[in-house]
């Protein structure tokens, strides 16, 4: 029987599961390459720990791994209920708390390996969590849809350590009441992005829809529905999302350093976004609430039919 121990926590309210031991080996290997030999060979696993019966579709994994850098504090491969992803900013944050709940970091400016690149994890003195994210970059400005039963919407394309397509032209009203309706509009502009064929400049998936409305809260100044890949919506305002986000305001000239961005989420959750600029783009730093919910080992009983998960 495997066991694998696993630290829960949620980031404004998007949960996120870091496993802390009894992953098979992935060998030696950059994150990318590791991530790579999880999804060939060991990919019922990440089913195990983010599907039903253990987990749920809004759930995303988190690998905590030995790094290859003598100065980084930890390796980490991201997950859901569908595949691996390329990044993920509020499950980076969850891995500060994590990384700090065990003891292992103190605060300061801490090290990550991660699939796209290095990021960093900063724990303040009063437990406050950022994260400066891989540098974000817009792709095209003002991209005009066609979608099959919402009409013609308008959006950026921008890289936040996922590819995205931003819409912030469309008729929908972004609230909690109407997740159902935003969901469906949001698949919608999904399909329609593939049957057009729209690429990203890498190859890479162009995998999230982000649609931005008006904000309900008084201190923020924008509310985002983001449907990420598996078919759920983010709980928290998405931070990968956030930071494409802060790289089409600064490509607009809206955004300068030393600014606060402020990203409300669809259930009314707070990020704070902010820019260093680059040659290329800007290096966001995205800072929000992060709560440990629990400590867990899983059992996968090899008697177990769902052992690896309820594959619908």
């Known amino acids: 029987m495997r066991v694998i121990e696993v630290i829960d926590s949620h980031t404004e309210g998007e949960p996120t599961r870091v496993v802390v031991a009894g992953l098979p080996d992935l060998g030696p290997g950059s994150a990318r390459e590791r991530m790579e030999v999880f999804r060939r060979d060991h990919d019922a696993i990440r089913s195990a720990l983010i599907r039903e019966p253990r987990g749920f579709d809004a759930m995303v994994g988190a690998a905590l791994l030995e790094p290859n850098s003598p100065d980084a504090v930890a390796q980490v491969i991201f997950f859901n209920n569908v595949g691996f992803l390329n990044m993920c ?24 390996e991660t699939p796209v690149g290095e990021v960093f994890v900063i724990l303040g003195e009063d437990g406050s969590l950022s994260v400066d994210n891989v540098e974000s970059r817009r792709h095209a400005k003002d991209l ?6 919402h009409g013609e919407v308008v959006g950026d394309i921008a890289w936040g350590g996922n590819w995205f397509y931003l819409v912030h032209t469309h008729d929908q009203r972004v609230g909690s009441d109407r997740l159902a309706e935003l969901a469906a509009f949001s698949r919608d502009v999904e399909a329609s992005l593939r049957r057009e064929g729209v690429a990203t400049p890498d190859g890479l998936l162009l995998d999230h829809v982000e649609v ?3 904000p309900t809260r008084a201190d923020a100044d924008s509310k985002n529905y983001v449907l990420c890949p598996g078919g759920e919506y983010d709980r ?8 494409a986000k802060l790289a089409c305001l600064a490509a607009d000239g809206k955004l300068e350093e030393g600014e ?3 990203q409300e989420s669809v259930i ?3 990020f704070e976004g902010r820019i260093r600029r680059t040659e290329r783009g800007v290096v966001p730093r995205i800072s929000g609430g992060v709560w ?6 899983l059992f996968l009983d090899p ?3 769902y052992r690896h998960g309820i594959l619908l």
Do not use: M
């Open 89 to 112: 900013v509020h499950g980076t944050l969850g891995v500060g708390r994590t990384l700090q709940h065990l003891g292992r970091i103190g605060p300061g400016r801490h090290r990550l």
């Open 236 to 243: 928290s305002p998405c931070g990968t999302g956030t930071s």
């Open 292 to 297: 440990i919910t629990g400590e867990a080992r």
């Open 260 to 262: 606060v961005w402020r």
């Open 268 to 270: 009314g959750s707070l």
């Open 144 to 149: 005009v849809l066609r979608t099959e039963r």
């Open 212 to 214: 931005f409305g008006e």
């Open 303 to 305: 008697a177990d039919p």
